[in-house]
């Protein structure tokens, strides 16, 4: 089983930062991609950040040239440097691996989420 665990999210006022860590129980070189969701209180779910196996990576429009994804293969950890937050990108923020084997089998996995808190 694929355990996915988030840390660092906290409180921070607005412009602040945050660095975001994503640890995972196996070695990442096993996704095809992985990500970063946010979710606030009544809203979707939304990708803010991807980066794939090949090392693709694609950013949210709200968050290009503020959030920064970036991996570690040797610590089995992805991040999310998050800066400049405003005051509407308090969420959860949610860590996700997806695993394709072959054309017929796809899995998917998720952490727990840590919370970030934008507030003055």
């Known amino acids: 089983q694929v355990q996915l665990v988030e840390s660092g999210g906290g409180l921070v006022q607005p412009g602040g930062s945050l660095r975001l860590s994503c640890a995972a129980s196996?070695?990442?070189?096993?996704?095809?991609?992985m990500g970063w969701y946010r979710q606030a209180p009544g809203k979707q779910r939304e990708l803010v950040a991807r980066?794939?196996?090949?090392?693709?990576?694609n950013y949210a429009d709200p968050v290009k040239g503020r959030f920064t994804i970036s991996r570690d293969n040797a610590k089995n950890t992805r991040y999310l440097q998050v800066n400049a937050l405003k005051l509407e990108e308090s969420a959860g923020y949610y860590c996700h691996a997806r695993r394709e084997r072959g054309s017929v089998q796809r899995e998917d996995y998720w952490g727990q989420g840590t919370q970030d808190t934008v507030s003055s």
């Open positions: 196996g070695s990442i070189l096993s996704f095809n991609a």
């Open positions: 980066i794939t196996s090949g090392c693709s990576i």
